[in-house]
């Protein structure tokens, strides 16, 4: 007998990873639902507090519940370390933040999540950081951009909710010439489909609110790369600045997960069939889903995915007045700003989503108002298809 774990597979991880059970031998992951720890003696306060013995100390630096959540996720990803914070948006937020200085320069893609887009384009500049976006799909542009010192480069890919694609591999290349990190936020594709770190990012961050948790129930979020960058660049912000994941939320995304596989699977097998489906509809204008032979990036889609996700955006002949009178007449699929759900969500982004950010940014992004983002869910994808079949019958 010896003490070395037997190698295994994502499915055998998603139940069993990161584990850490008490000396009462339960069988599902504890809820250590408590704030703060204690300590037999003083003496053992001192010890921990000098790093000399490990021993948790308070919950907002960690607690085991999330530690169990953030062994798991740093197993799936492949990454050393990971960190689970409140939100998606804290795990985002702090991943910028923690490194940047006034005066450095950070490069994004122009279609990002909203309050990304925020972050970028508005909260750094206040702190004296330069802020430059480009068009994601577009080599030119990022050669260009990258082609001075940049600290961060920030990607979305496939991206909400155009679902355009950036080459991942190519983009990192270029941001290390510039002596730069890539963080990107792999919330769409989920830890199933796209493995970002083998393509060359350095940090990935997930919304936990979508896939992983997976059953809209609880927000959060991760933030995962290597030892040192975790250790030296993310852990004093995060320790200090306090955006700590609930155990209680840990708890439910850690029941999440485990299905994880099984869930994205069959969402994107329904998904694909729904973008199929849509294509042949005369009411349709296009359907966007990366594996459909009509993506303009299928083939960089495949190169860098397994799979095309769960999500499916299309764009209806006769803009928000069609859009609406679709979304109204829905009886199994709910509106919702929500994705990557058990329950499939319909989004009108120019009037929800991506109000704020203006028609003009819109118009580059190619949200129209006849587009609609589906996030495909457990259904039967047949109830699916009768559904939409009855809705743009409705327009
Ligand atoms: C939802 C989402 C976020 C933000 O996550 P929250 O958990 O809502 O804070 C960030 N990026 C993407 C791509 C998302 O879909």
Same mark, same amino acid.
């Given at each position: 007998?010896t003490?070395? *774990?037997?190698? #295994?597979?994502?499915? @055998? ?6 584990? $850490? ?8 992951? /504890? ?15 001192? !010890? ?28 799936i ?31 994004? !893609? ?14 750094? *500049? ?14 030119? =542009? ?7 010192p ?7 890919t *496939? ?19 510039? %002596? ?8 769409? !594709? ?5 493995? +970002? &770190?083998?393509l ?7 919304? @936990? ?26 852990? +004093? ?7 700590a994941?609930? +155990? ?6 850690l ?9 994205v ?16 509809? *005369? ?7 990366? #594996?459909?032979?009509?993506? +303009?990036?299928?083939?960089? /889609? ?6 095309g %996700? @769960? &999500?499916?955006?299309? =764009?209806?002949?006769? %803009? ?11 009886? $199994?699929? @709910? ?6 759900? #058990? ?7 120019? #009037? ?44």
């Amino acid at each position: 007998m010896t003490d070395t *774990p037997p190698k #295994t597979r994502l499915a @055998t991880d998603l139940v069993h990873a990161g584990r $850490i059970r008490s000396n009462l031998d339960e069988n599902a992951e /504890a809820l250590f639902l408590t704030s703060g720890f204690t300590y037999e003696s003083a003496e053992l306060a001192e !010890a921990v507090f000098a790093n000399q013995i490990p021993h948790y100390q308070y919950s907002r630096f960690s607690n085991p519940t999330v530690t169990m959540l953030e062994q798991r996720l740093a197993k799936i990803e492949g990454a050393e370390v990971c960190r689970c914070t409140a939100t998606g948006m804290a795990a985002v937020s702090a991943a910028v933040l923690c490194g940047l200085k006034s005066g450095q320069r950070v490069v994004a !893609a122009r279609a990002l999540f909203g309050s990304c887009h925020w972050i970028v384009s508005t909260l750094l *500049p206040q702190y004296g950081i330069e802020a430059v976006f480009v068009e994601g799909s577009n080599m030119d =542009e990022w050669r260009a951009a990258l082609s001075q010192p940049t600290a961060l480069v920030l990607i979305e890919t *496939p991206s909400n909710p155009m679902l355009d694609i950036v080459d991942l591999r190519e983009v990192a290349a270029l941001t290390h010439a510039a %002596g730069g990190i890539v963080v990107m936020d792999n919330v769409f !594709a989920t830890p199933l489909l796209q493995k +970002p &770190l083998e393509l060359g990012a350095d940090v990935v961050v997930y919304s @936990t609110t979508k896939h992983i948790e997976g059953q809209g129930r609880v927000l959060g979020g991760a933030v995962l790369g290597s030892k040192q960058w975790m250790e030296e660049v993310f852990q +004093p912000y995060f320790r200090n600045t306090g955006p700590a994941m609930s +155990p209680f939320n840990a708890w439910v995304t850690l029941k999440g997960l485990e299905t994880l596989v099984l869930r994205v699977n069959a969402q994107s097998a329904s998904a694909e069939a729904i973008a199929n489906f849509l294509e042949t509809q *005369p009411k349709v204008k296009r359907a966007l889903y990366p #594996t459909l032979a009509s993506h +303009p990036q299928r083939a960089l /889609a495949m190169s860098q995915m397994s799979g095309g %996700g @769960t &999500l499916v955006t299309f =764009e209806l002949e006769g %803009g928000k007045d069609a859009a609406f009178k679709f979304m109204n007449a829905m009886r $199994i699929i @709910t509106i919702s700003n929500n994705l990557g759900d #058990t329950k499939s969500l319909a989004t009108h982004p120019a #009037t929800t989503t991506h109000m704020r950010i203006g028609a003009e940014e819109r118009a580059k992004l190619g949200i129209s108002d006849g587009v609609i983002r589906l996030s495909v869910g457990l259904e039967d994808v047949q109830d699916l298809i009768e559904d939409i079949t009855r809705s743009l019958a409705a327009i």
